[in-house]
């Protein structure tokens, strides 16, 4: 068996990973553990910066020597501290700009944390955890009772958009804010998240994501290692 440590940015992607990707793992061997890092004495998740990642990257990797880490962090908002940020910024190309923070970024923690490449899996979702709903707008809209009559309205979204990680990146058009915007009743990111996610279903975020496809499939390939 290999366990699997994902630094989780919030409550939401928490649970996201324990009710939906974990559970499609375990056949393989493969156990995911989604923990969200501490912001302050009293609370935890969100405000990720490279300085905290890497601290408890490597309490993690060094107390569990087994343990491989990833990440499930968002494009949207990524703190400027990160490895290839400045970078990846004058990439114009969303595959480029995600490939670069990403290879960036496992550079730049093996180095500090001195561990095997292997053990370390970044990845960093373009946009945002509510892109990935989009890749079933039919499901997504049958989440909860009133939001079927604004299925129409979620379909024309996600058709502007190669795909749904390039819903873009700017806070009133992020996937969340059109979420936020176009459902009563109002989209609440910790209630619906998961909830939605569960409706859409993995196999869809994996046909319609391929950064978030690109991600699982090297999850899944650590079950080679049984």
């Not at 974990?22 to 912001?39: D, E, G």
């Not at 009133?172 to 979420?179: A, C, F, G, H, I």
């Not at 496809?213 to 090297?218: Q, T, V, Y």
Request: aromatic share 8%.
């Amino acid at each position: 068996m290999v366990e699997v440590v994902v630094f989780a940015e919030g409550p939401t992607e928490e649970q996201f990973i324990k009710r939906v990707v974990a559970p499609a793992l375990h056949h393989l061997q493969v156990y995911i553990k989604p923990q969200m890092l501490k912001t302050s004495q009293e609370a935890r998740g969100g405000a990720l910066n490279f300085d905290r990642l890497k601290f408890n990257a490597r309490n993690t990797l060094r107390q569990s020597p087994n343990v491989v880490l990833s990440t499930l962090i968002d494009l949207y908002g990524l703190n400027t501290s990160f490895p290839g940020y400045e970078e990846a910024s004058t990439k114009p190309d969303l595959d480029d700009r995600v490939r670069h923070l990403n290879m960036a970024l496992h550079a730049a923690l093996v180095s500090y944390v001195g561990c095997m490449p292997e053990r370390f899996i970044p990845h960093i979702q373009p946009y945002e955890f509510e892109g990935l709903l989009f890749s079933d707008t039919a499901a997504l809209a049958r989440t909860e009772p009133g939001w079927h009559a604004r299925e129409t309205s979620l379909a024309a979204v996600r058709a502007d958009f190669q795909t749904p990680e390039h819903i873009n990146n700017s806070y009133e058009t992020k996937p969340s804010r059109r979420l936020e915007l176009l459902l009563q009743p109002s989209y609440k990111k910790t209630r619906h998240g998961p909830l939605a996610a569960e409706r859409v279903t993995l196999a869809a975020m994996e046909r319609e994501c391929p950064h978030f496809r690109g991600w699982l499939e090297g999850l899944r390939a650590l079950g080679g290692t049984v």
